[in-house]
C-alpha cells in the first residue's frame, strides 16, 4: 500500500494564516515530545532553514555552504550573522539547566582513567 501523501509540509506552508491551528497543535506536539520523553525536535526541519538571508548567500552546496560559514565564523565573524539560531539558544539553555546538576566532578584524574582505559584493553 502506498501513502495517499501529495505534498510535504514545509516550514513556510505553517506560516500561512489558514494552516494557524494545525501550526500551534504541531509546536504543542513538539513540545510535549520534548516535556515528557526529552527528544527536541526542530521546528524548522532542515539545518539549512535556519539559514540567515546572509547565510543563503554563501556559496557553495547543502554541505560545502556550511563548511564556509564555519570557516567565516572561525575568522571572526558571529554565528548570528549566519543563522537564526533562537530556537538553538532556547534548546541549549533547556538541555544544559537539566544537564549540569547531573555532572559529578572527577574524583580521578583524566590520565589515571587513561591508563586503566588502555591497560583494560591490552587484557
Known amino acids: 500500500m502506498r501513502p495517499k501523501i501529495k505534498k510535504k509540509i514545509t516550514h513556510e506552508d505553517l506560516e500561512l494564516s489558514e494552516n494557524i491551528d494545525f501550526k500551534k497543535k504541531l509546536y504543542d506536539c513538539l513540545d510535549d515530545i520534548w ?37 567565516q565564523i572561525e575568522q571572526g565573524r558571529k554565528i548570528e550573522e549566519y543563522f537564526l539560531i533562537d530556537e538553538f539558544r532556547d534548546f541549549f539553555n533547556v538541555a544544559l539547566r537539566s544537564f549540569i546538576p547531573t555532572v559529578t566532578p572527577l574524583t580521578t584524574t583524566v590520565e589515571i582513567l587513561a591508563t586503566e582505559a588502555t591497560s583494560d584493553a591490552n587484557l
Open 35 to 71: 516535556t515528557n520523553h526529552k527528544i527536541y525536535i526542530l521546528r524548522r526541519g532542515e539545518l539549512e532553514k535556519y539559514l540567515t538571508e546572509e547565510g543563503k548567500k554563501v556559496p557553495g552546496s547543502k554541505e560545502t555552504k556550511l563548511l564556509n560559514i564555519k570557516e
